[in-house]
């Protein structure tokens, strides 16, 4: 028993590093997208991850990360759609200064 856990757990990594791989390339070639666009193009393409593993490994390889590396935005234009004026959003650049 012992022996297939080992083997399943090797096994897996390799698949994560293929994964990561494949995340890296899309973030690369989109740099708009967060995790849940890769995870749809992902499925589309017969990738079985679900999309807490998708965001798992997104966020092991620093993707989500930008202002880290980056500079933060002085301001962010919307549409004021849904997604860009949720409590979340507007605290976020309250606490970071960003109009």
């Not at 897996?12 to 708009?32: S, T």
Request: aromatic share 6%.
């Amino acid at each position: 028993m012992r022996t297939l856990c080992g083997a399943g757990h090797r096994a897996q990594g390799a698949l994560d590093l293929e994964l990561r791989g494949r995340l890296l390339d899309l973030a690369n070639e989109h740099r708009r997208f967060g995790y849940r666009q890769p995870f749809v193009v992902l499925r589309r393409k017969g990738e079985p991850s679900g999309i807490n593993r998708i965001y798992r490994l997104y966020r092991q390889e620093g993707l989500t990360a930008l202002i880290e590396r980056r500079v933060k935005p002085e301001m962010i234009v919307s549409d004021n759609g849904t997604e860009l004026s949720s409590d979340a959003i507007l605290r976020w650049c309250s606490e970071n200064r960003t109009e």
